[in-house]
Nanobody, 118 residues
């Protein structure tokens, strides 16, 4: 069983930055793709960013140029650096594991709340 624990969410003003972290248990971290999803109230869950085990990245158009996904395999930790935050980035952010970038998620974290004030 894989456990994913997110941290780093909080309240920030528009234009500010936050860095989310996701600590993963187990060896699956190094062999699978990892990703960040978000869900705002009343909206569907959105695939925000992904990172394959080989280093290929995916970003949603809404975050390109502002968010950066990275991983530290030695620490089994996934990161999401979020810069130039906008009020529309407000959501619950979830860490996820999937076999490949385009596959369905097989493990979810519990989520961390990001709130951007205008």
């Amino acid at each position: 069983q894989v456990q994913l624990v997110e941290s780093g969410g909080g309240l920030v003003q528009a234009g500010g930055s936050l860095r989310l972290s996701c600590a993963a248990s187990g060896s699956i971290f190094r062999t699978h793709a990892m990703g960040w999803y978000r869900q705002a109230p009343g909206k569907e869950r959105e695939y925000v960013a992904g990172l394959s085990s080989g280093g290929t990245t995916y970003y949603a158009d809404s975050v390109k140029g502002r968010f950066t996904i990275s991983r530290d395999n030695a620490k089994n930790t996934l990161y999401l650096q979020m810069n130039s935050l906008k009020p529309e980035d407000t959501a619950m952010y979830y860490c996820a594991v999937k076999p490949r970038l385009s596959d369905r998620v097989i493990y979810w974290g519990q989520g961390t709340q990001v709130t951007v004030s205008s």
